[in-house]
């Protein structure tokens, strides 16, 4: 007997003190054997009224294995009860036990909960006690026995059901899991741009119904937690090494579904104070070309001076110009060769004065102003350029040419 219980306390025995204690002649045995099919009919027609859950799930092959497992759960009972030599109530109650298990895991495949199958359980051990009891009564079952008889019954469905629940939390953990790497693989395929068949299969895969538009959001990993609960649930989060941020491991991405501008200015109020960098909004499948601007504006170490996120569209003219810098500097090299002759100081001055006439479109005033010089100065150094450059300046192609080495 079991002594680990509070003084006063009622025994509690296990299942194999309480089979012992049954004793149970052959007659009785072999009376409840004779009734197996007809409780298991009975038990599966009472769950079935009984469990709303259960009204349909019969059919088919889930019905099958549901049916298998009332009869071998009642096979494996009464070879318990009747405590059968050779080992057989051991290996029956493995089985029993793996069957259990087994439908545990498959309930959770079909999306029902444990509390529906906790139930049908309740409802089995009621009837084939009833069922049981009875048939072993008639056969000179000892009334003194019944109660051992119950007691052993519902430890044995506590047994099963306990095997129903680890099967149950063992599938949905592993679903759960599989799911995640699926979904991983999808992140990283949508980062690195893999082609669009791929895409959609992963998307497939992982049960991920993709959105109209995604925007990748580059933050810090300790603030990602903040915004992944405010954002739509489809929104995706490397959980392994992030491409193009080995350098940066403290920073994550999301993958944040949107759809429209309001969505946009919503987002970025989510992440106002989250020093994020908020790229572009892209079409699902075309999120690689956010998430790559977005890479290239956090490479340009912008200040995070306020709280509010730094858009990547409002720093597209330094995304142009830093696209190639070896090749800006060649550009501002050939485009400033004329004044290489001059002095250095000259040269200085007529650069600065050259840069905000191609800015403010040739307006005198606006160039003194912005050099705190008088119009007349700004006048006699247009007058040195046009006598280094001669007609390039009104040339529009050389025009261009300085305007984006002087930006």
């Known amino acids: 007997m079991n002594s680990d219980r509070e003084p006063g306390e009622a025994p509690r025995w296990t299942r194999e003190e309480l089979a012992a204690q049954l004793d149970l002649s052959p007659e009785v045995v072999s009376a409840m054997q004779a009734e197996l099919p007809r409780v298991a009919e009975q038990v599966v027609g009472a769950v079935r009224a009984e469990v709303p859950d259960y009204a349909d799930p019969f059919k088919g092959e889930m019905g099958h294995n549901i049916e298998h497992a009332v009869a071998l759960a009642l ?5 318990i009860a009747s405590a059968e030599e050779a080992g057989g109530p051991a290996a029956s109650f493995e089985q029993v036990y793996d069957a259990a298990y087994a439908l545990g895991r498959g309930e959770a495949r079909s999306g029902r ?33 019944v109660a051992r008889f119950a007691e052993l019954v519902f430890a044995y469905i506590d047994e099963l059901s306990a095997a129903s629940a680890a099967g149950h939390t063992d599938e949905l ?43 990748a959001v ?48 919503t987002l970025m109020r989510r992440v106002t104070g989250r020093e994020a960098v908020v790229g572009p909004a892209r079409p699902w499948w075309q999120v690689a070309s956010s998430y790559d601007r ?31 810098p070896r090749a800006l500097e060649d550009l501002r090299l050939q485009v400033l060769a004329p004044l290489a002759e001059l002095r250095p100081a000259v040269a200085d001055k007529l650069r600065e004065t050259l840069r905000s006439w191609l800015l403010h479109h040739g307006r005198r005033e606006a160039i003194a102003a912005e050099l705190f010089v008088h119009p007349q100065t700004v006048r006699y150094r247009m007058q040195q350029l046009r006598e ?16 984006i080495a002087l930006a």
């Open 75 to 79: 096979g494996g009972f009464l070879g």
């Open 388 to 403: 280094v450059y001669g007609d390039r300046l009104e040339d529009p192609s050389w025009v261009l040419r300085l305007t």
């Open 173 to 215: 953990a592993t679903t759960g899991r599989v799911r995640q790497r699926y979904l991983e693989r999808l992140t990283q395929g949508l980062l690195r741009g893999a082609p669009i068949d791929t895409l959609e299969a992963a998307a497939e895969r992982a049960d991920w119904r993709p959105p109209r538009l995604l925007t």
């Open 294 to 324: 977005t890479l290239r504006v956090v490479g340009l170490e912008l200040d995070h001076a306020t709280p509010a996120p730094i858009d990547t569209e409002h720093h597209l003219p330094e995304l142009v110009l830093g696209a190639d």
């Open 113 to 145: 909960s444990m509390d529906a199958l906790l139930n049908a359980y309740r409802v089995g051990a009621r009837v084939a006690w009833r069922d049981l009891s009875g048939s072993g009564v008639e056969a000179g079952l000892p009334a003194t026995s």
């Open 218 to 265: 580059v933050l810090p990993d300790a603030r990602s937690r903040g915004v992944l609960g405010q954002v739509d649930s489809r929104t995706l989060q490397p959980t392994e090494q992030v491409p193009g941020l080995e350098a940066r491991p403290e920073l994550t991405v999301l993958l944040v579904p949107s759809s429209s501008e309001k969505a946009r200015a």
